[in-house]
């Protein structure tokens, strides 16, 4: 079974810094795309940033210069640095793998982690 494990999340003050890291474990022969989504109380899971195989990089609008997706595709791992926190960046932040295809198959499935919080007070 392929698992996310995700670690780094915490309590940290506006203006602060965090960096999430999230290791997919599972006899994995590659992982398509890796990213972070955050769902806050009441609100639905928003994507934050994905990075590609590749190296591509996309951001939501709202962390965009204040985050940095990076990846070590050896590892089959992922981090967010997240710098300039903001109260609004509260939430509940998941870890997401898509087509990740395991060694001796051919089919891929999409994964989620656990989730970490991270709550930023003014």
């Known amino acids: 079974q392929v698992q996310l494990v995700e670690s780094g999340g915490g309590l940290v003050q506006a203006g602060g810094s965090l960096r999430l890291s999230c290791a997919a474990s599972g006899s994995i022969f590659s992982i398509n795309g890796m990213g972070w989504y955050r769902q806050a109380p009441g609100k639905q899971r928003d994507m934050v940033a994905r990075i590609t195989s590749g190296g591509s990089t996309y951001y939501s609008n709202s962390v965009k210069g204040r985050f940095t997706i990076s990846r070590d595709n050896a590892k089959n791992t992922v981090y967010l640095q997240m710098n300039s926190l903001k109260v609004e960046d509260t939430a509940v932040y998941y870890c997401?793998?898509?087509?990740?295809?395991?060694?001796?198959?051919?089919?891929?499935?999409?994964?989620w982690g656990q989730g970490t919080q991270v709550t930023v007070s003014s």
């Open positions: 997401n793998a898509d087509n990740v295809v395991r060694t001796g198959t051919t089919r891929g499935y999409d994964y």
